[in-house]
């Protein structure tokens, strides 16, 4: 489809997860026309594509959930602690139709590119399909982790049984009962869906490059009990999460892993990893363990005696365990059901493609430097192009034609994780340079969402149409974020991260760490200030 007339609205958003949705609903608020364009057949954002065995939330789903909407909060009913892919997928779609969010959003439309024109103040998108739209203001809200890092191995176009990438799972799923499976990446992906195809398959053969560190999830069904005291008291439960360093309440530990003796250390660390416990109230077991090295190793080392616990074969638990190399927490912390217990089933192989490895996918399976191995199937879990590359897919070209690539050649570059200079009147929603990944996505969502509406809507009531981020402010807060995140350990981690997954990619610490309410104090002041770091006319 081209048109040569564009379709105008006041507000264009792309990608239809929670952070489009919200966004259109407040933009609707605002009584701005908008669009919402998604390249998927349907809404969910992460939660469409990823549909792998095992998907899940590894933040509560208590939490992560809307908060703007008491009614929304009362009438759904969370099934189990950490969410399926499936029950996220079904309470976005309860949004959409409760507020009648449909009419907006068009579906099966990847923007192809963006184009900011300096005398009318807007921007031009257009659409793969060369479909054109005509906006005052362009919110993108295409996601931290939405482009999948493609497996580039040679020979794969020979492989004769059918293979698969975590993010693009079929939506019919796949069976793999009587298959010989492989299954390449150990991060989130990986260690979630590692239980599930070994339960299903004839054998599992799980290439690992890097341990990373998994912690018990805990998961459990969530009673009638249990709904009803958390809707009770939700506004205190959400008021506790917007003073917590994530945006979620973990019942963070104030003292330093130093100051306590070592059974006392254990005993906090065992509370944590039990039931009780579970998931990332591991990383709050004490106030420094991301930031003090010695904190960290006795988190790390608590870590590594649990997978040799489990795991009965020495060699194995070996491979299993990070090495000391690897602050625990810096790399996404992986959250999983029965992982470590899966390599003590007898149709289950570990495989070091570090000390072997991977030099080709031949037709009947995989070949190391050391031995080839016979697969029917195989499972790419090899992660995202994180937080930028959504964006850089985009062909986004603003003031005087000057493109996005260009300007984050060296890394992303952004005032407040949400603006970029020199390119007017456009929003990023959960953006490189705020919270973000290392938060409550959803939480993190409305604070940018909020902000961005309340900015909008105090802007045109002054008659301003031209929005962009100054070139000084921006610099100075890129310096904040490196200088947060030198305070930690965080970027010892080598982690996606800081783009460390993508081969070529620039390294650059990308989310803020400093915690979800200093980020917060900060923007409410920048607001204050008449939104200081902007120019505005």
């Known amino acids: 489809m081209t048109t040569s007339t564009p379709t105008q609205v006041d507000m264009l958003i792309v990608g239809a997860g929670f952070a489009g949705l919200y966004q259109l609903?407040?933009?609707?608020?605002?009584g701005l026309s908008a669009r919402l364009l998604e390249a998927g057949d349907g809404i969910g954002g992460t939660w469409f594509w990823n549909r792998y065995p095992g998907a899940r939330c590894d933040v509560e789903s208590l939490d992560y959930s809307y908060s703007f909407s008491e009614a929304l909060q009362q009438e759904w009913d969370w099934t189990e602690r950490y969410a399926s892919q499936g029950e996220i997928l079904?309470?976005?779609?309860?949004?959409?139709?409760?507020?009648?969010?449909?009419?907006?959003?068009?579906?099966?439309?990847?923007?192809?590119?963006?184009?900011?024109?300096?005398?009318?103040?807007?921007?031009?998108?257009?659409?793969?399909?060369?479909?054109?739209?005509d906006a005052q203001y362009l919110i993108l809200a295409t996601g931290c982790l939405s482009i999948p890092q493609a497996p580039k191995i040679d020979g794969l176009e020979s492989f004769e049984g059918p293979?698969?990438?975590?993010?693009?799972?079929?939506?019919?799923?796949?069976?793999?009962?009587?298959?010989?499976?492989?299954?390449?990446?150990?991060?989130?992906?990986?260690?979630q869906m590692t239980p599930l195809i070994a339960a299903q398959a004839e054998h599992l053969t799980v290439f690992q490059r890097t341990a990373n560190f998994s912690v018990p999830a805990q998961n459990e069904p969530l009673d009638e009990a249990t709904l009803k005291q958390v809707k009770a008291n939700y506004a205190e439960r959400r008021a506790l999460g917007r003073e917590a360093m994530t945006g979620q309440f973990l019942n963070a530990n104030d003292k330093s892993a130093?100051?306590?003796?070592?059974?006392?250390?254990?005993?906090?660390?065992?509370?944590?990893w039990q039931g009780a416990g579970g998931g990332f109230r591991m990383?709050?077991?004490?106030?420094?363990?991301?930031?003090?090295?010695?904190?960290?190793?006795?988190?790390?080392?608590?870590v590594r005696s649990k997978i040799?616990?489990?795991?009965?074969?020495?060699?194995?638990?070996?491979?299993?365990?990070?090495?000391?190399?690897?602050?625990?927490?810096?790399?996404?912390?992986?959250?999983?059901?029965?992982?470590?217990?899966?390599?003590?089933?007898?149709?289950?192989?570990?495989?070091?493609?570090?000390?072997?490895?991977?030099?080709?996918?031949?037709?009947?399976?995989?070949?190391?430097?050391?031995?080839?191995?016979?697969?029917?199937?195989?499972?790419?879990?090899?992660?995202?192009?994180?937080?930028?590359?959504?964006?850089?897919?985009?062909?986004?070209?603003?003031?005087?034609?000057?493109?996005?690539?260009?300007?984050?050649?060296?890394?992303?570059?952004?005032?407040?994780?949400?603006?970029?200079?020199?390119?007017?009147?456009?929003?990023?929603i959960a953006g490189p340079g705020s919270p973000s990944v290392l938060s409550n996505m959803v939480h993190s969502i409305e604070t940018h969402v909020d902000w961005i509406t309340h900015f909008i809507r105090c802007t045109r009531a002054d008659g301003i149409t031209h929005i962009d981020a100054q070139l000084p402010a921006e610099d100075r807060w890129v310096d904040h974020v490196n200088e947060a995140a030198d305070k930690t350990l965080y970027p010892v981690g080598n982690s996606w991260y800081v783009?460390?997954?993508?081969?070529?990619?620039?390294?650059?610490?990308?989310?803020?760490?400093?915690?979800?309410?200093?980020?917060?104090?900060?923007?409410?002041?920048?607001?204050?200030?008449?939104?200081?770091?902007?120019s505005l006319s």
Not at 283 to 302: C, G, K, T, V
Request: a neutral charge; aromatic letters at 12%; proline letters at 5%.
């Open 25 to 30: 609903y407040r933009a609707r608020g605002l």
């Open 90 to 133: 079904r309470y976005i779609n309860h949004v959409a139709d409760r507020f009648e969010l449909r009419r907006d959003i068009q579906l099966r439309t990847r923007v192809s590119a963006a184009r900011f024109d300096d005398g009318s103040r807007r921007w031009t998108v257009t659409t793969e399909c060369g479909e054109r739209f």
């Open 163 to 191: 293979w698969y990438h975590s993010a693009n799972w079929p939506t019919e799923g796949v069976d793999f009962s009587g298959m010989r499976v492989g299954l390449v990446g150990t991060g989130s992906s990986g260690v």
């Open 258 to 272: 130093l100051e306590v003796t070592d059974e006392e250390r254990q005993a906090e660390f065992e509370y944590r």
């Open 283 to 302: 990383l709050r077991a004490f106030s420094d363990l991301l930031r003090h090295p010695q904190a960290n190793r006795y988190a790390a080392e608590f």
């Open 308 to 428: 040799r616990q489990v795991v009965s074969d020495p060699a194995v638990a070996e491979l299993l365990s990070p090495k000391e190399d690897l602050p625990f927490g810096t790399k996404r912390l992986c959250v999983d059901t029965d992982y470590y217990e899966t390599f003590n089933r007898d149709n289950v192989t570990l495989v070091d493609v570090k000390a072997a490895p991977i030099t080709a996918i031949r037709p009947d399976g995989l070949r190391t430097t050391q031995q080839d191995y016979e697969l029917d199937a195989l499972v790419f879990a090899t992660g995202f192009d994180a937080m930028t590359g959504a964006l850089l897919a985009i062909d986004i070209r603003g003031i005087g034609g000057r493109s996005l690539r260009d300007k984050w050649a060296h890394g992303p570059r952004t005032y407040l994780g949400v603006s970029i200079s020199g390119f007017p009147n456009l929003f990023v």
């Open 499 to 534: 783009g460390a997954n993508m081969p070529g990619k620039p390294r650059v610490f990308m989310p803020y760490v400093a915690g979800v309410p200093a980020y917060r104090r900060i923007i409410e002041d920048v607001a204050a200030k008449g939104y200081e770091g902007f």
